[in-house]
């Protein structure tokens, strides 16, 4: 199944990022304040005390802003920090100036959080974790960039009978008909886009 599923997963990467790449500066900051709107009236991010997310990087849709709120609002927000064989490690946020520019090999820069790091399993203790993503369909089954990285965490969460609501933030174009789905994959919970809110459980 997985050998099948790859080259489609792979074709549908391309073309989504194809569309995120003609995206303007305006457009991804518009969609930001959007979803940081929409999220925010989301009862699982409202009443969770830990929230795991990430800093959006280049026309990704902005976390910025949510991030900012959450933690106005009382939440402890944790951000992740690659590590060199692509798991995460995760630290607090604590505000934009605590975000510094990190290159990894010859990839891509990310900011990450400077503070200190909690460890892989810091994330079984989120009560939400937002999770980045190309696309989900309409089951919830999610597609990734490709890297890894939060497969291990679903795995983590699930190794640990922790059950944190999953949540991905998309454009409206981005929730889709179906993706491609491997054994490992596991659906999330809900999806916000500009426009709104889509849940799946």
């Known amino acids: 199944m997985g050998r099948e599923t790859e080259p ?3 074709r549908l990467r391309r073309e989504l990022l194809a569309v995120r790449s003609g995206l303007t500066a305006d457009d991804v900051r518009e969609a930001a304040v959007a979803l940081a709107g929409h999220a925010r009236e ?4 409202a009443r969770a005390r830990t929230v795991a997310a990430y800093v959006s990087v ?3 849709p902005g976390t910025l802003a949510l991030l900012d ?3 106005a609002g009382g939440r402890r927000v944790l951000l992740p920090v690659l590590l060199p064989d692509n798991d995460l490690d995760w630290a607090v946020y604590a505000g934009p100036d605590s975000l510094v520019p990190v290159r990894h090999g010859g990839r891509m820069t990310l900011l990450e959080p400077s503070g200190e790091r909690l460890g892989p399993e810091a994330v079984e203790r989120a009560d939400a974790v ?7 369909d309409t089951r919830g089954m999610r597609l990734g960039r490709g890297g890894g990285s939060y497969d291990r965490v679903l795995a983590r969460l699930e190794r640990a009978g922790a059950d944190p609501a999953l949540v991905v933030l998309l454009y409206d174009t981005e929730v ?3 993706v491609p789905e491997e054994a490992h994959d596991r659906p999330v919970h809900a999806v916000v886009t500009p426009s709104g809110v889509h849940r799946f459980r």
């Open 130 to 136: 937002l999770l980045p993503g190309l696309a989900v």
């Open 58 to 60: 280049g026309s990704e």
């Open 8 to 10: 489609d997963k792979r």
């Open 176 to 178: 889709v008909e179906r």
């Open 42 to 45: 989301l009862p699982e991010l």
């Open 69 to 71: 709120a959450l933690r």
